[in-house]
Structure formats: C-alpha cells, structure tokens
C-alpha cells in the first residue's frame, strides 16, 4: 500500500520560508517520480513543481520559479519543497504525489499522478 505523509505547512509572514516534507511508503522514489500540487479556496488544483526519479529532472510552475526549491532523498524516501519569499497567494493546501510511471521525466498534470497525501496547510499573511 502506498501512503505518502506531507509536514512542514504553517503560518508565516510574507517574505518568510517554510519547507514541506512528503515521506513516502510502499512505492520509492528512486523509481517513480513525484510532484507537489497546491489548491488554494474557489480555485482549481495547480502544479507547484515535480521532480524526476531519483531527483535529475525538475519543473516548476512559473509563479514559483526562483523562490521554490524541490528535492528529493532516495535514501529517506521523502521529497522536500523548500519554499523561500513567500506571498500570500502562496496561500493554499499543499499536496505531494508519486507519479504513475517510472520514467525518467517528471509530470506536471494530475491525472499522470495516482497516489495522493493528505495535504498541508500553508497561509502566507500579509
């Protein structure tokens, strides 16, 4: 059974960081890559950034580019999303997810993702 587990949400002030976690069980991250989705209220799920297997490819949403970081220990099994200058439309639940294939690429879309965690809130104040 594949369970992912994210921490690290909270509530900071615009310009502050926050690093989420997503430890991941029953499918390794050396095979499969993942992705970190955010939705914020009354919007539609987003791409926030993905990472290849084994971390040698990443993507990120425009909106994130140069603030966000993702990363992955294949030893630990856990994908990290370093999150710097925050903003408050920053403001949503944070998702990790382990993509469906094991190829060498990343996946930007949800559907090409099948297991889900359970999300963390992440509020940015202004």
């Known amino acids: 059974q594949v369970q992912l587990v994210e921490s690290g949400g909270g509530l900071v002030q615009a310009g502050g960081s926050l690093r989420l976690s997503c430890a991941a069980s029953?499918?390794?991250?050396?095979?499969?890559?993942m992705g970190w989705f955010r939705q914020a209220p009354g919007k539609e799920r987003e791409i926030v950034a993905a990472i290849s297997r084994s971390g040698g490819r990443t993507h990120y949403a425009d909106s994130v580019k140069g603030r966000f970081t993702i990363s992955g220990d294949s030893a630990k099994n856990t994908v990290y999303l370093q999150m710097n200058s925050l903003k408050p439309e920053d403001t949503a639940v944070y998702y990790c997810a382990t993509a469906r294939y094991s190829s060498i690429g990343y996946y930007t879309r949800d559907y090409e993702y099948d297991y889900w965690g359970q999300g963390t809130q992440v509020t940015v104040s202004s």
């Open positions: 029953g499918r390794t991250f050396s095979v499969y890559g």
